[in-house]
């Protein structure tokens, strides 16, 4: 059914990234960012990242409470020098987080977030089928919640668990072997996909305006709260991991270009956990980028293209 005149009318004018709202005069920054393709993410995934940013509770929640968030966190780093291991509440932890996000979280902050697992899973499920090692020597656990209610399952440590079990279980196997990770003869792409699963209809209520940058800041003190410092200091450490990551990926397709995207790293010089926010959020940019070139080299080679666009010889082999 076509729309109306009116109603296709009104339909841009509420869409902030519909280019017929673009003025010369007063261009708006995140319809540029929008429009730009420099980073191979997924259009629902960085539609829903502008939409946070572009946000209330980002330009004004974010910046008036960060500074009480601050002041919250380092008392809580103090506590846990005293009490490193007690409370230990990971179970009420994963339920706060479940009830804060379904109370306070937008649609788009929930979206990206159960999203994020899903990626993360699709990323380590490549490496494990292209690493050139027996595949049942690396055990993780695939994580791809569909609801928040989801969540509850230890989701959130179980993904830092994955990726260190990941690294070391990987290393292990190369050394026993004697190998170093190299291009295999054709590059399995079979487990990525789109990540379009059947998520829940995330609640839109009057309350569910908070964007993921800020939700993001609010639950970080509390996860170091309510973990163990170590524990928290393990999920703080994963954040710079995605460098290494990248290295691991750039040795199996030959080419290091997706590493231009690649920001959150440097894991062997450690940064603070009061940083941990904005490395998070960071964290599931790079792995959004990692996750779209991929998927950009999978149509590459489902069509019988070079995966390296500068090599018109190609990289590994296709077929």
């Excluded at 790293?265 to 960071?282: D, E, I, W, Y």
Aim: with cysteine; net charge neutral.
């Amino acid at each position: 059914m076509r729309l109306s005149d009116s109603d296709d009318t009104a339909q841009w004018k509420t869409d902030p990234f519909d280019t017929r709202r673009y003025d010369a005069h007063d261009p708006d920054p995140w319809l540029a960012l929008y429009l730009d393709h420099s980073l191979p993410i997924d259009p629902q995934a960085k539609r829903a990242l502008l939409l946070g940013a572009r946000s209330w509770s980002r330009r004004w929640l974010f910046p008036v409470s960060r500074p009480l968030v601050f002041l919250f966190f380092c008392v809580v780093k103090v506590l846990r020098a005293i009490s490193p291991r007690y409370p230990n509440l990971n179970g009420l932890l994963h339920r706060s987080i479940h009830l804060g996000l379904r109370t306070f979280g937008s649609p788009e902050c929930n979206t990206l977030i159960l999203r994020h697992f899903h990626v993360g899973t699709e990323l380590l499920a490549f490496l494990k089928a292209n690493a050139g090692v027996d595949s049942a020597l690396i055990k993780t656990v695939p994580l791809k919640p569909l609801t928040l209610k989801d969540l509850e399952d230890n989701v959130f440590l179980q993904h830092d668990l994955n990726i260190f079990n990941f690294i070391i279980e990987l290393n292990m196997a190369l050394r026993a072997a004697g190998k170093e990770i190299t291009p295999p003869e054709r590059v399995d792409f079979s487990m990525l996909s789109d990540i379009e699963p059947p998520f829940e209809t995330f609640p839109t209520g009057p309350l569910n305006r908070i964007d993921i940058q800020t939700a993001v800041e609010f639950y970080t003190p509390l996860y170091a709260l309510m973990l163990p410092r170590a524990d928290f200091m393990r999920a703080s450490h994963s954040l710079q991991l995605d460098e290494i990551v990248g290295i691991y990926i750039g040795r199996i397709l030959g080419t290091d270009y997706h590493m231009h995207f690649v920001k959150n790293g440097h894991p062997l010089v450690t940064l603070s956990t009061l940083q941990a926010g904005f490395r998070l959020m960071m964290h599931g940019l790079d792995c959004e980028a990692m996750h779209g070139w991929l998927r950009v080299l999978k149509a590459r080679q489902e069509a019988g293209l070079p995966l390296d666009p500068r090599d018109p010889t190609g990289g590994p082999e296709l077929a």
